[in-house]
């Protein structure tokens, strides 16, 4: 995941900067300690939410970052923004090192990278006004914006689709979509680079989801904001980012462009992601479909997981060596650059059906065998 | 809401292979805000051995529909008025001692959250043998070993055991394994699942809906399968009901609604899903405003406020002021013509669903 770091002075500009990396992360580390005992409590374990994690987000891009529940994708993105302490590795943003920064190094970049929140039902504050939730983040900074703080606050209920006349109301009296676009109207108040974005449209009903993820895309687009894109929906995921990983118990198992990752994996298990995904099929001609993978089980404990690759206990191609040897995330021959797949026996790039389905569920296997 | 004298839709008379029919449903809930209409006139029909996928934003009335159908809302602040008749018997009037025989034996259901829906009290083994027990009369030995053979039927590993723990000792994907071995184990005619996968990862997401629809071809049940992912729905269903604002808007086959969707709001849904196949210049085309209130529903047609077809319509103030009707077969609740319907979907959705 690491190209060639050439890291930017702070003062560079934007210009013809698509490559510039904003944010490099490297070998980022959260474990989680596990009390137990009696009578005297300690540490009996770790959860390793994080392991090892390398990416790179360049300037005014879309990085999406998908996975399942558990597998330390909104640890990374509360590591990046420093709401909690990583245990090892490092954050860079612009070639500065924020994993150890003290809250005094660390006060002008925060006004840089901001956070929207999955839930818009806990993530405002319900005792104040919707003009002082979004003007909140100006005080603490200091800022004193162009003809004052109520007139930018207007100004951002603008760009969000929303009546600046109701700066003065609270957050029940707007509706779940509404509250997401507050959230995203706060994120924007400090015009930062970068934006963690975790799972923002999960809670929304589709036809309101649309609206709050073309939103996105029209902030990242007209105001050249990077994002990191964390998001457990495939499809969403796909229309918002240029560049994907994908995560798997604490590890980015591949990461690539879009179009790599989504018609030419390697990974097992982006195979069997991508499968998994329910679609609607709207052409008249059936088009000989997807590949069907059906796993079996859910995903290991964090707590301990596999020794070696970490997908091998659900993976039908696991051998010897993945048990014993730990995949490196590398460029497999063949692979776009910067399309890296950490796999031993990794799967040819198709997503086409195959001539035999991969059924390891054993209850399925059973039930589909009776029937031929 | 509109007076409906004449009531939506009159479904041809329940056929021989009807297992349930619900007839002009109405169901509101007293509040303190007011009376919320949660379903307003609504009739279907399932077939023994289909699948009915309702699909449906929150507040559609599908969850509601079902909980009716069991007999599970509060009466104390719940009107239910209409039909509901589960092979030719009435549940609507039914005696609270009737429904107790039913639930359980001949209708069953699938929750959402698993965690919530089993008890943290006792072992998967017990709740799933408690309902085979009581309707089938079965000794407590007999229960239990066929709760095992339930279990191993839905894929836990090492049933035997397994039926001795209690669900939080469960991972997600094997407690929703759980849920579907308590309702199916006395072989019920009908199976309710409400959002039976919403909760889950994709990967385990597919093995439960490949689980049931195999289950399903082995036991011959019914099954109403409630969703808001029209993708789940595709894979799952046989015939589809998009309901919106407490009644249905549009029915058909899955091929019938998913490829020559008629009403405005299914191809509002369509257009502003996002597809792994959809191409990524096209933005999503979100449906404009949010889902109205159920304490007052808009006049006329429930979509109109968010309609964009409305100005079609030859007399414009018929989606203001009446309620479209939607027949008892394929068909949708708009004011447009059939032959706008068509054209409409061709020249104008289907370009943009690529």
Partial sequence: MKEDLVLPSPRETAEGAARE????VSGLTKHFPVKGGFPIRRTVGHVQAVDGVDLTVHVGESFGLVGESGCG??????????????????????????????????????????????????????RQTVGKIISNPMEINGIEPEGGREKRVRELLEIVGLNPEHFNRFPHEFSGGQRQRIGVARALALEPKLIVADEPVSALDVSIQAQVVNL????????????????HDLAVVRHFSQRVAVMYLGKIIEVGDRDSIYTRPRHPYTHALLSAVPEVNLSDEDTGGRERIRLAGDVPSPISPPSGCRFRTRCWKAQDKCATEEPPLIQISGNRAGHLTACHFPEEPTIEARDEDIVL?????????SED | ??????????????????????????????????????????????????????????????SVTNLTVLGLHNPQFTTVEGEILLEGQELTTARESELEKLRGNK???????????????????RQIAEPY???????????????????????????????????????????????????????????????????????????????????????????????????????????????????????????EVL????????????????????????????????????????????????????????????????????????????????????????????????
């Avoid at chain 1, 996105?216 to 998001?231: P, R, S, T």
């Fill in chain 1, 216 to 231: 996105l895309q029209k902030v990242q687009k007209e105001l050249g904001i990077a994002f990191l894109f964390i998001a």
């Fill in chain 1, 21 to 24: 990396p904003l944010l490099d």
């Fill in chain 2, 1 to 62: 809401m509109t007076t409906l004298t004449k009531e939506a839709g009159t479904p041809s008379p329940a056929g021989a292979g009807t297992l349930l029919s619900v007839r002009d449903l109405h169901v509101s809930f007293k509040t303190e805000d007011g009376i919320v209409k949660a379903v307003n006139g609504l009739s279907f029909d399932l077939q023994r051995g289909r699948t009915l996928g309702i699909v449906g934003e929150s507040g559609s009335g599908k």
């Fill in chain 1, 73 to 126: 994708k909104s640890t990374t993105g509360r590591l990046i923004t420093r709401l909690l302490e990583p245990t090892s590795g490092t954050i860079s943003y612009r070639g500065q090192d924020i994993s150890r920064a003290s809250r005094k190094e660390l006060a002008p970049i925060r006004s840089e990278i901001q956070m929207i929140f999955q839930d818009p039902y806990s993530s405002l504050n319900p």
């Fill in chain 2, 259 to 354: 490829r020559s969707p008629q009403h405005p709001y299914t191809w509002g849904l369509l257009n502003s899903m996002p597809r792994l196949d959809a191409d990524l210049d096209a933005p999503l085309e979100p449906i404009p405003g949010a889902p109205p209130s159920l304490l007052t529903p808009p006049s006329g047609c429930p979509f109109h406020p968010r309609c964009t077809f409305q100005d079609r319509v030859e007399f414009r103030d018929r989606c203001v002021d009446v309620r479209p009707l939607l027949g008892p077969d394929r068909g949708s609740a708009c004011h447009l013509t059939a032959e706008q319907k068509r054209t409409i979907f061709i020249e104008e959705i289907k370009p943009r669903l690529g």
């Fill in chain 1, 361 to 369: 569920d054993p209850a399925l296997a059973a039930l589909e065998e």
């Fill in chain 2, 107 to 125: 209708v069953a259901m699938i929750f959402q959250d698993p965690l919530t829906a089993l008890s943290p009290y006792y072992t998967v083994g």
């Fill in chain 2, 133 to 255: 027990m009581k309707h089938n009369g079965a000794s407590k030995r007999a229960a239990w070993d066929r709760a095992v053979e339930m279990l191993g039927k839905v894929g836990i590993p090492n049933p035997k055991e397994r039926a001795k723990d209690y669900p939080h000792q469960f991972s997600g994907g094997m407690r929703q394994r759980a849920m579907i071995a308590m309702a199916l184990v006395c072989d019920p005619d009908l199976l309710i699942a409400d959002e039976p996968t919403t909760a889950l990862d994709v990967t385990v997401q597919a093995q439960i809906l490949d689980l049931l629809k195999d289950l399903q071809q082995e036991f011959g049940t019914g099954i109403i399968f409630i969703t808001h992912d029209l993708g789940v729905i595709a894979d799952m269903a046989d015939d589809i009901m998009v309901m919106y604002a407490g009644g249905a808007v549009e029915r058909g086959t899955v091929d």
